[in-house]
C-alpha cells in the first residue's frame, strides 16, 4: 500500500516507535528510523519486516532536542529517498516529581523532545507534502494528551500540547491531501514503562508480575498492555485511503483509561 513513500518515525529504536517503523515498512514504505543506542539491530528488524515489499532502511542519530539537528535529520531524509511522506512525531522522555520539585532543566527538556520537536519536523515536513498534495502527520500524544496524573506536569502539559499542534495542523491543511494525527496509547510496555515497572515492584516488594498488575489496575481497566504491534496497525490505517477524511483526532488506544 505504500510502495515508493517514505516514512520518517522518530524515536523509533524501541518501543513505539519501532513498532509503528515495521508495521510502515510492511507496508513497503521506505524507513528513515531515528533514536539513541543500538541502531543495527533495529534496522535489521525493519529491513526484515519490509523486505518481501522492498522496502529500504536509512537513520539519522538527531538529537531532538536541538534545532540544527532536526534540520540536518530533515535534509538527510528528502536526499536519501526524495521527500517525507509520512512523518510520525514519537521521540518522547519522561521525568516524574510534583510541580514545585520539578527540575527546571528536566521540563525544558520534556518540552523540547516531546512538543518542540514535532513542531520544527512538521514544518518542515509540510511544504513537500502539501506540493505533492500527500502527507500523512502522526503524532504519538498519549492517554497523557487527555487525561492528567500526578507527577508527570511536563509530560501531560506536553501531550496536551501534542494533541493541540494536531488539531491546527489538521485544520490549516483541511482541504488538501495532507492529513494529521494523533494517537493516544495508555500503558505499553516500552523500555520508558518497564522502568516504572521496575520501580513499584522495589517500592512495594513485588514480582515484576504483581508489579505490572499493579501499574495497570490503577488505570487501565482492560488490564493489559497496548502493543508497539497495534499501534503500528492503526499508524497504518491513519495512511490508507480509508482514513482520507480522518483529520486532528486524537485516537486513544488505552483499555478504557480515559472513558472513566
Known sequence: ????????????????????????AR?????????????????????????????????????MSRVADIEDMMKYSAALFGRVDILVNNAGIQHVANVEDFPVERWDAVIAINLTSAFHTSRLALPAMKSANWGRIINVASVHGLVGSAQKA?????????VGLTKVTALENATSGVTCNAICPGWVLTPLVQKQVDAKAAEHGLSNEDAKKLLLGEKEPSMQFTTPEELGELAVFFCSPAANNVRGVAWNMDGGWAAQ
Open 27 to 63: 507496508q513497503g514504505a521506505n524507513i528513515v528510523l531515528n533514536g539513541f543506542g543500538d541502531v543495527d539491530g533495529p534496522r535489521a528488524e525493519v529491513l526484515a519486516a519490509g523486505e518481501a515489499a522492498g522496502a529500504e532502511v536509512g537513520y539519522h542519530g538527531a538529537d
Open 1 to 24: 500500500m505504500l510502495k515508493g513513500k517514505t516514512a520518517l518515525v522518530t524515536g523509533s529504536t524501541s518501543g513505539i516507535g519501532l513498532g509503528i517503523a515495521k508495521a510502515l
Open 154 to 162: 511536563a509530560y501531560v502539559a506536553a501531550k496536551h500540547g501534542i
